[in-house]
Every structure is written in structure tokens, then in C-alpha cells.
């Protein structure tokens, strides 16, 4: 009931999940990220501990196969859950249970994997990797938008369409973006704008917030704002 790709920008070394469903909140089971050691998606009949589970054997240095092998291993419902991983290095493993509902299946690329079942068919997944691949100019997160707007002109979702949600995080362990469209008639559309809106301050606030190299960040109020004001006078 859902297609998504998990990617890393090999500019920024982030890494990012783009998922949309017809189903309601995808954002708060489907996409998770270790910071440095790679991302998850778990979906069809959605097992969440395979992200909160996941991702901990992820920083342990487990590969993508043998996380997916441990996952399994201890959940009787494998037959009925489709899993994709891909972790920092680029390694890539997914599964997808003989229980999924047509069409379900799983690609991979140069730096992405795209798993999705419920769907139209084949081409959503296609097109997805297509677009993904031939936006390389693209910022990563209007890049993985736009792939999965080339997957839902191929049908995406048999259903159609309720959710959708986008993930990205950098060095730290807080993400650099997290949007979901939990309701609405055209979800991507709606995440396509709130990307946009968060280039207006927070793309350029998150530079100023705590990290592990710098723990209090910059709280000079005068400096946040006028660099943010600065950044928005070069886009005019």
C-alpha cells in the first residue's frame, strides 16, 4: 500500500526517505534514519520495530542483509511486511513477503532502492528510479520529490493517494528535514510546498542549532537573523 526510495546525495553524504501512500500518516511508521549508518523503510503491513530495531543494528555495523535476516528471524508476520534498506556505505538489501498484494516488488540504482507494493504496477517503481536518476542537478530533497512524482503519474498507489512524507538527515542526530503530509487530497503536492517553505528560514536556521562538534550552536539572535535575511535576499 505504499512505495518509497531511500537515497544518499553523494554531494552532501545525507541520507533521505520519500514515501507516499493511501493510507493516513505514513511519516510516523514508515521512514527512519540512523545519522552515518544508513536508512529504513518498513512498510506494507508495517512492522515499526523493523525501523526502531533496525537502524540500532545499523550503528552496531551490521550490514543491510544480515539487519534484514535478524528482522525476520523474530517476526512470524514476514510473509506479510516489505522492508528496504540502504546503509551509508551504499550497500542495499529489501524484502518483500509472498503475502504482499500485487503488484509489490524492489529496484536499485546507483545510490537508491525503491520498494513498494499495492501499486499500479511495475512502472512506479520504474519511473520513480528514472527521474531520480536524471535530476542529479537537483537539490537532494526537490530531487526525491520529484522522483516520487514521476511514480505517481504511473499509477502509483492502486488506491490512490492520502500521505505522504520526506526524511533527510546530515552528520547530525536530529534531521536536516522532516515533512509529513499526514491527510489530504494531493499529498506530494502538498509536501512539494512545505520543501519550499522550508527554504524560506529553516534550511538556513539549522545551521546556527547545537551539534556534537559544537554543543551550544549560536544563540546571537542578530547573527541567526541576519544571515537567514541574507539568504533570502539572494533567492530575490
Given at each position: 500500500?505504499?512505495?518509497?526510495i531511500?537515497?544518499r546525495d553523494?554531494?552532501t553524504g545525507?541520507?533521505?526517505?520519500?514515501?507516499?501512500?493511501?493510507f493516513?500518516a505514513?511519516?510516523?511508521?514508515?521512514?527512519?534514519?540512523?545519522a552515518?549508518?544508513?536508512?529504513?523503510a518498513t512498510q506494507?503491513?508495517v512492522n515499526?520495530y523493523y525501523g526502531?530495531?533496525?537502524?540500532?543494528?545499523?550503528?552496531d555495523?551490521k550490514?543491510?542483509h544480515?539487519?534484514?535476516?535478524?528482522?525476520?528471524?523474530?517476526?512470524?508476520g514476514?510473509?506479510?511486511?516489505?522492508v528496504?534498506i540502504?546503509?551509508?556505505?551504499?550497500?542495499?538489501?529489501?524484502?518483500?513477503?509472498?503475502?504482499?498484494?500485487?503488484?509489490?516488488?524492489?529496484?536499485?540504482?546507483?545510490g537508491?532502492s525503491?520498494?513498494?507494493?499495492?501499486l499500479?504496477?511495475p512502472?512506479?517503481?520504474?519511473?520513480?528510479a528514472?527521474?531520480?536518476?536524471?535530476?542529479?542537478?537537483?537539490?537532494?530533497?526537490?530531487?526525491l520529490?520529484?522522483?516520487?512524482f514521476?511514480?505517481e503519474?504511473a499509477g502509483g498507489?492502486?488506491?490512490?493517494?492520502?500521505?505522504?512524507?520526506?526524511?533527510?538527515?546530515?552528520?547530525?542526530?536530529?534531521?536536516a528535514?522532516?515533512?509529513r503530509?499526514?491527510d489530504h487530497?494531493?499529498?506530494l503536492?502538498?509536501l512539494?510546498?512545505?520543501?519550499?517553505?522550508?527554504r524560506?528560514r529553516?534550511?538556513?536556521f539549522?545551521?546556527f542549532?547545537?551539534?556534537r562538534?559544537?554543543?551550544?550552536?549560536?544563540t546571537?539572535r542578530?547573527?541567526?537573523?541576519?544571515?537567514?535575511?541574507?539568504?533570502g535576499?539572494r533567492q530575490?
Amino acid at each position: 500500500m505504499t512505495w518509497s526510495i531511500i537515497a544518499r546525495d553523494s554531494a552532501t553524504g545525507q541520507l533521505g526517505v520519500a514515501v507516499a501512500t493511501r493510507f493516513f500518516a505514513v511519516g510516523a511508521l514508515v521512514p527512519h534514519i540512523a545519522a552515518g549508518f544508513g536508512a529504513i523503510a518498513t512498510q506494507a503491513l508495517v512492522n515499526p520495530y523493523y525501523g526502531i530495531d533496525g537502524v540500532k543494528l545499523l550503528r552496531d555495523g551490521k550490514s543491510p542483509h544480515d539487519v534484514i535476516m535478524a528482522l525476520l528471524a523474530g517476526d512470524a508476520g514476514r510473509d506479510s511486511r516489505q522492508v528496504h534498506i540502504m546503509d551509508a556505505k551504499g550497500r542495499i538489501a529489501a524484502h518483500s513477503g509472498k503475502d504482499c498484494v500485487d503488484w509489490f516488488g524492489h529496484i536499485s540504482g546507483d545510490g537508491f532502492s525503491i520498494a513498494g507494493n499495492m501499486l499500479a504496477g511495475p512502472a512506479v517503481l520504474d519511473e520513480t528510479a528514472r527521474v531520480y536518476a536524471d535530476s542529479a542537478r537537483l537539490p537532494f530533497a526537490q530531487r526525491l520529490i520529484k522522483a516520487m512524482f514521476a511514480g505517481e503519474a504511473a499509477g502509483g498507489d492502486q488506491r490512490g493517494k492520502q500521505s505522504a512524507a520526506l526524511l533527510i538527515h546530515g552528520t547530525e542526530d536530529w534531521p536536516a528535514l522532516d515533512l509529513r503530509v499526514d491527510d489530504h487530497t494531493d499529498p506530494l503536492r502538498e509536501l512539494e510546498r512545505l520543501e519550499a517553505v522550508s527554504r524560506e528560514r529553516w534550511v538556513h536556521f539549522r545551521g546556527f542549532m547545537p551539534t556534537r562538534d559544537n554543543p551550544a550552536g549560536i544563540t546571537d539572535r542578530a547573527v541567526i537573523e541576519a544571515a537567514i535575511a541574507n539568504q533570502g535576499s539572494r533567492q530575490t
